[in-house]
């Protein structure tokens, strides 16, 4: 089955402690991106990244960085989370630049104490 | 990118068409009209898009005004698991970025 997977999709943790959000998809696209969504604010793009070794700073990349060594997994890092970090986190992959069908995954909901 | 402007909510029957409205007055020549929906906090899902001719596919129906300035998707025959946010996003195909506002929640009754 074609799909985003996110892990883990629950985590409770504390301001400081270094988290890693996984993403993998089993669709060979070049494309992926992350988003947070929070209330009133609708999604945001966080990174995006075009292929492989290829990552580029969405709308609100402060405080994450991301990684693309492989074509197919594209993790979320937080080095040092901070309560303001608590949200929604979708992970989204597309086939190529331009193909406006985007696949989301499941979300990961994230509460930073 | 252009700014959408969509109702904050809608009541529809089961069974029934499930008519979305979006405004988009701002649109440029070359920027999409997609449509995405969410269900309670799951991923977004796309549905349709369009640019200028109407678009049908398996889900929904999408129907441009002739000057773009607004669209509608429509839902043939809602169902109970259509419940969801409704998303209209407007921008370039170049880009893979989308710009979600605050959509429409259709609620579907029984």
């Known amino acids: 089955e074609a799909q985003v997977t996110q892990n883990p999709r629950y985590l409770i943790t504390v301001t400081g402690k270094k988290l890693t959000v996984t993403c993998s998809q089993n669709m060979n696209h070049e494309y992926m991106s992350w988003y947070r969504q929070d209330p009133g604010l609708g999604l945001r793009q966080i990174y995006y990244s075009m292929n492989v070794e290829v990552t580029d700073k969405g709308d609100v990349p402060e405080g994450y960085k991301v990684s693309r060594k492989e074509k197919r997994n594209f993790p979320l890092i937080l080095e040092s989370p901070s309560p303001n970090q608590t949200s929604l986190y979708f992970c989204a992959s597309s086939f190529a630049l331009g193909v406006v069908e985007q696949y989301f995954g499941p979300g990961t909901r994230l509460t930073v104490t | 990118d252009a700014k959408t402007t969509q109702p904050t909510s809608m009541d529809c029957a089961e069974g029934r068409a499930a008519n979305l409205p979006c405004n988009h007055s701002?649109?440029?020549?070359?920027?999409?009209v997609y449509w995405y929906r969410q269900i309670h906090s799951q991923g977004p899902q796309y549905i349709i898009h369009g640019l200028k001719n109407n678009e049908t596919n398996e889900m929904a129906s999408l129907i441009i005004t002739e000057d773009r300035k607004s669209s509608t998707l429509i839902l043939p025959h809602a169902t109970l698991r259509d419940t969801a946010v409704y998303y209209c996003?407007?921008?370039?195909?170049?880009?893979?970025?989308?710009?979600f506002g605050t959509g429409t929640l259709l609620a579907v009754q029984p």
């Open positions: 996003i407007v921008g370039r195909g170049a880009t893979n970025k989308l710009i």
């Open positions: 701002t649109i440029s020549g070359n920027e999409y």
